[in-house]
Nanobody, 115 residues
Framework: QVQLVESGGGLVPPGGSLRLSCAASGSINNIGLMGWFRQAPGNEREWVAF???????NYADSVKGRFTISRDDAKNTAYLQMNSLKPEDTAVYYC?????????WGQGTQVTVSS
């Protein structure tokens, strides 16, 4: 069984930065796509960024130029560096990983951008 655990969320003022981490544990042979999603109250979950096993990245337009996704395969961990945060970035952030042929989700970490 695979478990994903996110960390790094919190309260930050507008313009601030946070770095989220997502560590996978359990029966892991090969992690393919790693991604981050977010869900604000009253909204559907939306995709934020992903990174392939070869390091190709892609970002939602709303975060392009401000967020950076990365991965450390030796640690089975994905990261999301978030800079120039805005109040509209407030949401629960979830990581998702494809391990083998299965999709796994983390439990989420709250990010609040407020003065």
């Amino acid at each position: 069984q695979v478990q994903l655990v996110e960390s790094g969320g919190g309260l930050v003022p507008p313009g601030g930065s946070l770095r989220l981490s997502c560590a996978a544990s359990g029966s892991i042979n090969n992690i393919g796509l790693m991604g981050w999603f977010r869900q604000a109250p009253g909204n559907e979950r939306e995709w934020v960024a992903f990174i392939t096993s070869t390091g190709t990245t892609n970002y939602a337009d709303s975060v392009k130029g401000r967020f950076t996704i990365s991965r450390d395969d030796a640690k089975n961990t994905a990261y999301l560096q978030m800079n120039s945060l805005k109040p509209e970035d407030t949401a629960v952030y979830y990581c998702r990983m494809i391990v083998g042929v299965q999709i796994h989700w983390g439990q989420g970490t709250q990010v609040t951008v407020s003065s």
